[in-house]
Structure formats: C-alpha cells, structure tokens
C-alpha cells in the first residue's frame, strides 16, 4: 500500500545512488537530476565496442546504455548493482534501457537471451547474479525468454578488476563450457553483462557459445573505454 511505502521512505528515507540526495517517493535508485543527466551512450560509442571484437570473435550487434569513464559518479550504480546487494536496481535499469534502445533494433531477431554466468565461487559470496538480474529486466520489456542452463563458468579465474588489456584477455581464455547444445542451435542470442571494457571476459563467453551453431549480439548496461 502506498502509505506504507511513504512510511517506510520518511522513517528510512531512499537516497539516490550517485549524488546521495534524498529520494521522492517516485523515484527509484536516481534522482531525477541525476537521471536527466546520466551518460547515454552515442554513436561513436557503439563503434567503439563494435571494434573491439574485430578480428577475435564475429559478433552481430553490440550495445549499451551508459557510458562512463575511470572516477565518475555514475561507477557508484554499478557498483551497488555488482557488490551491495542491489539485484533489483539492475532489473529497473535494464527495463528502462530496454524501453529506451527498442527502435535501435539491437532487440530485432533476437531468440533468447543469456545472462553471462557468475563461477560458483563468486556465486556463492555474491548471492546473485547481476546479470541474470539485467537480462530479467530486458525480458520484461521484449518478452523474450531468457536461458540460463546451457552456458557454464567453469573455472573461477582472478577478479579482472586490476589487470590491463592483454592480461585480461589472458586470464579469461577457456574458462566457459556448454551444455544442453540443442537450446542453442540456430538461435540468435543476446549475451548479457553489466560493463564492457576490454571485451575478454564476454568475447571469451562468446566463443564458446558460437560453437554451438548460433549467432551472438551483446548488451551491456555501460561502457567504458579506459584500459584499467
């Protein structure tokens, strides 16, 4: 009920994720400051990401919703997404891109979607996945199903956190497998995660994943192009 929901904002008021300020009832993870003024990606962007995978990995479409660089303020809603506990801010996130990207057509022929998965070590100290909770948030808008049993994280590799380029490409070869093959066949997949930076992780998912007899777009929630 609403007033319950005013209640609990007075005596535990919300705060918005980047700024700090207090939330109106309305308003959900930002501020609409905040909101307004967060880095949609542009044009030259989705270039960017698109050449990325030239020459390692054939890739259809590649897509984001927000760019942002080393130190912005815009780092804290990933941040709370990935490490707070925060799964229901990817799933408002993911929706309000998926509504926002619809005519760009990065949605257009797309079967399933797959969330890139966590390995069980990190599983199990997270307790979610953020991107299962991204790839829920698409679905909702698409309507397209997403697959969660076929594509597997098989070696817990090092946090890519600290590593430069070539050592992230490094740490992330051979580390998914598949299963249940048939789910996969001839499917137009989109391969969910929440940042793109150097591609290793989620090219390294691709792979496996075209081995199948598919095709593979990508989105993301952000991009950032800093080699960190």
Known sequence: MKWISDLLDLIFPR?????????????????????MQMPRIEERRLEEMQKIFYGIVPIEKVAAYIYYRKGSPYNKLMHQL?????????????????TALTK?????????????????????????????????????????PIVTD??????????????????????TEGIFSIKNHEKLHDKHILLIDDVLTTGATIASCA??????????????????????
């Open 15 to 35: 705060h918005c994720l980047v700024c700090g300020n207090i939330l109106s009832p309305e308003e959900h993870d930002l501020c609409l400051n905040c909101r």
């Open 82 to 98: 990935k490490y707070n506990n925060r799964p229901e801010t990817g799933e408002r996130i993911a929706s309000e891109a998926a």
């Open 207 to 228: 792979k496996a994943i075209l081995e199948c007899g598919c095709r593979v777009s990508i989105f993301t929630i952000a991009y950032s192009s800093n080699d960190i």
């Open 104 to 144: 760009s057509g990065i949605f257009d022929g797309i079967d399933i979607i797959v969330p890139l998965p966590l390995s069980k070590k990190k599983m199990r100290k997270r307790g979610y996945n953020q991107s299962y909770h991204i790839a829920k948030g698409i679905s909702q808008v698409t309507g397209i």
């Open 150 to 171: 076929c594509v597997i994280r098989t070696i817990s590799n090092e946090t890519q956190t600290h590593k430069h380029r070539e050592e992230r490409w490094k740490n």
